[in-house]
């Protein structure tokens, strides 16, 4: 074989190796980022359950603290025989928002109480 038959075949062996080479470190990289993106995903899922467990305990402390409200409310009402526009407003939001909250049970029947007052003018 020639020099200039060696020479090219020389080179055709280093560009293979330069795009082997190449590949070699682009796969390096991407599986870098691919454990970098693996690791995030871990910790959002992480995250998101945690959110989700502060959600679920501020959504049942939501739900008594409305208990706690139309339970005083309706009874102080019930106890006067009497209640007003803006009471009736109030608690029938109040009950509703209760309601969503899957809260029933003894506010239920205190509301039942509640909507057969009177309604008189506010003072």
Request: with cysteine.
């Amino acid at each position: 074989m020639e020099i200039t038959g060696i020479a090219t075949l020389l080179g055709a062996i280093a560009g293979l190796l330069k795009v082997v080479f190449d590949y070699r470190v682009s796969s390096n990289k991407t599986n870098a980022v691919l454990e970098t993106i693996q690791t995030d995903l871990v910790s959002i899922k992480s995250d998101t359950e945690k959110t989700r467990e502060v959600s679920l305990a501020n959504r049942e402390a939501i739900k008594e603290t409305q208990r706690y409200h139309l339970q005083k409310d309706i009874i102080k009402a019930v106890e006067r025989g009497y209640t007003t526009m803006y009471e009736v407003e109030k608690i029938k939001e109040l009950y509703q928002s209760y309601c969503n909250l899957d809260g029933n049970g003894v506010i239920e029947t205190l509301f039942e109480k509640f909507k057969a007052l009177t309604v008189k003018k506010e003072n």
